[in-house]
């Protein structure tokens, strides 16, 4: 699957790396191609750098995982995403989001033609992406949204980067839901003192 990775950071070069590891081609969106976080991604062949229209152009999947303040102009950025999909996994942290949104995933169906965009990865460290594994169990990720498309390329992508499932919690009115959640695992891991190495799974009897 070819994937546009918009916002190398940690969230986005673990994922890269993850599905480049994978087979996945990646192409890396950014504003200076020159200049950018996670250079050390390009030492997988199956990843490459080039601006950030070219790399939606060039894809079937949008992961965006930039700081949510720059969710409206970001989405606006990525030039014309009709049949494409975009995951979101970013977050409003403190209050500090796109401007008129509760959540960054409604910014990003404001702003851009497709209607299959779903929010996945957002609920946990980068940390766990990079490693999901604790003893012998796998950690659990969960997704999002209306588009049954996206939710399923999605699922699988999150399987191809280490998680056990990737549990559908709802349409895109869950999209609070998915941020609240995200503040959760801020809260036990910075505020109560857990520390990051924390990660939830859905237990069944």
């Not at 910014?107 to 460290?125: E, M, P, R, S």
Request: glycine share 10%; charged share 20%; proline share 2%.
């Amino acid at each position: 699957m070819k994937i546009a990775i918009i916002g190398t950071g940690n969230v986005g070069g673990a994922l890269a790396s993850k599905w480049a590891g994978k087979g996945h081609i990646i192409n890396l969106g950014a504003q200076d191609i020159t200049s950018f976080k996670g250079k050390a991604l390009l030492d997988n062949p199956n990843t490459a750098v080039m601006p950030v229209a070219q790399a939606v152009i060039q894809s079937d999947v949008i992961l965006v995982a930039t700081p949510a303040t720059a969710a409206n102009e970001v989405a606006k950025s990525l030039g014309n995403t009709s049949e494409k999909i975009i995951i979101d996994a970013m977050n409003i942290v403190m209050g500090r989001g796109p401007a008129g949104f509760t959540n960054t995933t409604d910014a990003l169906l404001a702003n851009t033609q497709t209607k299959d965009i779903v929010k996945c990865f957002n609920t946990t460290g980068f940390n766990n992406m990079e490693n999901p594994k604790y003893d012998d169990i796998y950690i659990d990720a969960f997704v999002a949204g209306e588009s049954k498309k996206g939710k399923t390329i999605t699922q699988q992508l999150a399987k191809d980067a280490g998680f056990e499932e990737c549990y559908d919690i709802g349409g895109n009115d869950k999209f609070d839901l998915m941020e609240q959640f995200a503040w959760f695992w801020i809260n036990l891991a910075m505020f109560q003192g857990q520390g990051r190495e924390i990660g939830f799974k859905l237990l069944k009897r």
